[in-house]
């Protein structure tokens, strides 16, 4: 095409223009299949049903998503602020799990409590896609750093913004994606020389997350050798950690210290560094099978924050802002406990996002520099796997409408997971599945007053080596050994579902077990692309 090769040749920053449009493309597709329908984005908040009975009024009365079986997340807590802002209220106290400290990062509570106009429903909406708004902020923002001049500012600026720590941020609905917006504000200042401005956003942003100030070591220092210099100095640190300081106080003698669940996110020196690296490889080496682990996505983490770690201990560049804010969370890192650490996903990547961003904007352009550019820049892969859609769909239907479709009540043939040993749908971009953790049903449920003939298919994966057996009616109708390295596929033909429900019983020869790979469920075998095809009637 001779007039788009001129279009081309005629504008050289066109293709990378493109190429970053290409990732806030990705980034809309991605967070797209986030939305549930009546639900929103509330499944970002990660609500946990064990946690449902202490819940806020407020939480109970709307819709929203709550993972089964499961105690939830930091941002059920945090979203409940911002619905329910009455820190002095009982229910609040009760509700969350450390009120004096979840409280001290009010600021995008009270900014999501003012999006949604005080109205619990649109509150709890506005503050799980406070996180996706800020990408988008952020993405415009790190222009300044990476401007689309040269491949490489592409690099780096698609790193940051995939990056382990920022995507957990999106994936959690955490406050690290929005107070990093608030630091490179505050950078962005530093650098125009307005570090008054500069300052004042960097105190802001420890109002979002708490160690946001220190950020402050951006500022200029003082002149040692010029007095003049020492008060404006001093007074632009205090601009920065005096409003976090005076909130911590209020917080002291409004609610009182509490219990201070962030007790562990401190330790002695390289000690929860030291508990992660071990608990890492262990699950990496122990792995047994492919699919679907999270070990070596936890291991790349880790081993892209050590490399960021190094560059900073060992490239000194005592006058450069980026570079201080760096070694300081650097040495943060160093201190780090078991409770910011351990599990996955691992909150220590976000926790040290201005690190990650300094990094990025550091490393040198030229020689054998983009290497270790690449290996600091290794959890952008572990972020493709908190970006996987959640689970909605566990089965799908095919075949004549007329026979799917009861005409008089609008029924649809379905399959109905029993209620026991079931947890809940899960999917890729691909496919979709559904784990046991016992023995299990499903019913297929058939609205016509006619019997229908149907195909059934599906796929079973294990956890380990272990035998599947599905029954109808007490009858043995399929089996096979499983091994964890191979998904077999099976097929029932030609099955009669009589109006009503016909039931298949899943059963395994062993009991549930852990898989090894930092997955807490006890699982037998999944369940995959289940498909009813329905022939005709009988």
């Known amino acids: ?264 996110n401190f330790a002695r020196p390289f000690v929860g560094l030291a508990h992660k690296l071990q608990d890492a490889l262990s699950s990496f080496l122990a792995e047994r099978y492919p699919y679907p682990s999270v070990a070596k996505f936890d291991l790349l983490v880790l081993v892209g924050l050590v490399a960021q770690f190094c560059f900073f201990v060992f490239r000194i560049r005592w006058r450069d802002p980026w570079w201080r804010v760096g070694a300081t969370y650097a040495v943060l890192m160093v201190f780090l406990g078991d409770a910011v650490w351990e599990r996955y996903p691992c909150a220590a990547a976000r926790v040290l996002l201005p690190m990650t961003l300094a990094f990025n904007i550091l490393v040198p352009r030229k020689g054998f520099w983009p290497l270790l550019l690449i290996v600091g820049n290794l959890g952008v892969l572990g972020s493709t796997e908190l970006l996987r859609p959640p689970g909605r769909e566990s089965y799908s239907v095919e075949g004549p409408r007329q026979l799917r479709i009861n005409a008089k009540d609008g029924h649809v043939v379905e399959a109905v997971y029993g209620e026991r040993n079931w947890w809940g749908p899960e999917r890729s971009r691909w496919e979709f599945w559904r784990w046991s953790l016992g023995d299990c049903s499903i019913a297929l449920h058939n609205p016509q007053p006619f019997p229908i003939i149907a195909d059934i298919r599906f796929r079973l994966h294990a956890a380990d080596r272990r035998q599947a057996i ?19 596929s099976a097929l029932i033909s030609d099955l ?24 807490r469920r006890k699982l037998t075998f999944s369940i995959r692309g289940l498909e009813i095809d329905i022939k005709g009637r009988r």
């Open 1 to 264: 095409m001779p007039g788009l090769k001129s279009f081309l040749q005629g504008r050289p920053d066109t293709l990378r223009w493109l190429a970053y449009g290409s990732l806030v493309a990705l980034f809309v597709w991605s967070m797209a299949f986030f939305y549930l329908p009546g639900q929103g984005f509330t499944y970002l908040i990660e609500f946990g049903s064990m946690e449902h009975s202490r819940y806020v009024p407020e939480l109970k009365a709307v819709g929203h998503y709550e993972a089964p079986n499961s105690p939830g997340y930091d941002s059920q807590f945090y979203a409940q602020i911002a619905m329910h802002p009455h820190l002095g209220d009982k229910v609040l106290r009760d509700a969350v799990d450390s009120l004096p400290y979840r409280a001290r990062r009010i600021l995008f509570l009270l900014t999501a409590w003012a999006i949604g106009g005080g109205n619990p429903g649109r509150v709890m909406n506005a503050y799980a896609v406070q996180n996706i708004v800020c990408w988008f902020i952020l993405a415009a923002l790190l222009l300044r750093w990476f401007p689309p001049t040269e491949w490489g500012n592409w690099v780096r600026w698609g790193a940051v913004l995939f990056s382990f720590g920022l995507v957990f941020s999106i994936w959690g609905a955490l406050l690290d994606g929005p107070s990093l917006v608030l630091t490179v504000v505050g950078m962005a200042l530093i650098e125009s020389e307005r570090p008054w401005a500069g300052a004042l956003v960097l105190g802001l942003s420890g109002l979002g997350k708490d160690t946001s100030v220190l950020c402050g070591v951006a500022l200029r220092p003082p002149d040692l050798k010029d007095p003049r210099t020492w008060g404006p100095a001093l007074a632009r640190g205090l601009a920065v950690v005096l409003p976090l300081v005076v909130w911590i106080v209020v917080l002291r003698l409004w609610l009182g210290r509490g219990d201070d669940i962030g007790d562990r």
């Open 470 to 488: 599905v029954k109808l009616g007490g009858k043995v109708i399929w089996s096979e050994q499983l091994d964890p390295s191979d998904t077999e």
């Open 496 to 519: 009669v579902l009589e109006p009503g429900d016909t039931v298949l019983y899943f059963q395994s020869d062993k009991p549930a077990a852990y898989p090894g790979n930092n997955d």
